[in-house]
């Protein structure tokens, strides 16, 4: 959303990015149209309580909730920490916990443009041989997956995962409307796209969900993924990280992980 807008003007590109009707958002929010419509159109001044309880409706973002404060001449309100600072250490050590735990499976960290904030041995050992440009700080996971000098040749599936990774980055723009990750997607689709073949039955669980299929140096791997979130934040960096973890889709490709660990170990 345009920053330079009126906060009436923002709240209604909002609602119409979420394809509602005035009509709609005001029985959601328990307000009248007719205060709605002032509200959009400015002949009404909103409260930053009016705004907070709109962005609610709206399932607006922290980030761009503090952008409609700050248009409406209100302080923001929700908190925005580097990882680093010290009030987040309790949030680093569960990120830790949860992707180097996840070991001999790939897991990683990654924040709302999708760079690396964490990987565990298993993902960084996956990343072997592709170009070192591409990890180059900040590294961005979907990059590195669709890139033809990242992941791309190995993945036997790539038609497939290229288009679940796609559509998973446009609900986050419908989500949260945000410019670098369109640039983002533009950018991912513009890449040479891979022919599309017949689904890989290798794995029941494929049948379910979309799963990665990579070659390694122990067979190919099927893996697929879940994504796990903090619960009710309310720091911006910590509403906008995710972590990705991967699972084995078979017992083959269990053995296989096992097996690439013990062969080589990396070390901090």
């Not at 680093?92 to 760079?115: C, F, K, M, S, T």
């Not at 690396?116 to 996971?141: E, K």
């Not at 689709?189 to 049948?207: E, H, L, M, Q």
Request: charge should be neutral.
């Amino acid at each position: 959303m345009t920053a330079s807008l009126t906060i009436g003007n923002q709240l209604r590109s909002w609602r119409q990015h979420r394809r509602l009707s005035q009509l709609d958002l005001a029985l959601e929010a328990n307000i009248s149209p007719r205060h709605l419509s002032f509200v959009e159109t400015g002949r009404a001044q909103p409260s930053r309580t009016m705004i907070l309880h709109l962005c609610e409706q709206l399932q607006v973002p922290l980030r761009e909730r503090n952008l409609l404060l700050l248009a409406a001449g209100f302080a923001p309100i929700f908190p925005e920490r580097a990882l680093g600072d010290p009030a987040l250490a309790a949030a680093r050590a569960a990120i830790g916990l949860v992707v180097d735990g996840h070991e001999p499976y790939p897991a990683l960290a990654v924040d709302r443009h999708w760079h690396l904030v964490s990987a565990n041995q298993a993902a960084t050992r996956l990343l072997q041989g592709i170009d070192p440009a591409l990890l180059a700080p900040p590294v961005n996971a979907l990059r590195i997956s669709l890139h033809p000098w990242g992941l791309a040749p190995r993945i036997r599936n790539l038609a497939a995962w290229r288009g679940h990774l796609l559509a998973r980055l446009r609900q986050q723009i419908d989500l949260c409307a945000d410019p670098a990750l369109v640039a983002l997607h533009d950018e991912l689709k513009s890449y040479p796209a891979p022919a599309r073949t017949a689904p890989d039955d290798r794995a029941g669980t494929a049948a379910m969900v979309v799963p990665l299929v990579l070659a390694s140096e122990r067979g190919d791997l099927s893996l697929f993924s879940t994504t796990t979130v903090f619960g009710t934040p309310i720091d911006v960096t910590l509403s906008e990280l995710a972590i990705e973890a991967f699972y084995a889709a078979d017992q083959a490709t269990a053995e296989a992980l096992r097996l690439l660990a013990a062969d080589r170990p990396l070390h901090a």
